[in-house]
C-alpha cells in the first residue's frame, strides 16, 4: 500500500512513460504469458528420442534432432518477427 502522494507519483510516471514510449506501454500493459512452445518441443523430443533410436535405428535420432533444432529456430524467428 502506497501512501496518496506516492500513488499520485506513481501514476504520473507512468502517464509520461506511456506518452513518450508507447510500444514498451503496450507490450507492459498486456500481461500475457505466451505459450512455452520452444520448452514443449524439446521435451517432445527428447522422449520420443528412446523410440525412435530403437525402432528407426541412430540415423533416424540424428534427422529428429536435426529436425527439432530446424523447428526450434523457427519459432525463435517467428517470434522475433512477430515483436516487432
Do not use: H, Y
Not at 504520473?12 to 514443449?40: K, Y
Amino acid at each position: 500500500m502506497l501512501e496518496e502522494k506516492d500513488r499520485r507519483a506513481l501514476e504520473d510516471i507512468e502517464q509520461r512513460l506511456c506518452a513518450s514510449d508507447p510500444a514498451f506501454a503496450r507490450r507492459m500493459g498486456s500481461p500475457s504469458v505466451p505459450f512455452p512452445t520452444v520448452s514443449v518441443l524439446c521435451v517432445l523430443s527428447f522422449m520420443s528420442l528412446p523410440f525412435v533410436g530403437l525402432f528407426l535405428g541412430p540415423r533416424a535420432v540424428l534427422v529428429a534432432i536435426n529436425a527439432t533444432a530446424v523447428v526450434v529456430m523457427m519459432v525463435l524467428v517467428w517470434r522475433a518477427r512477430a515483436s516487432r
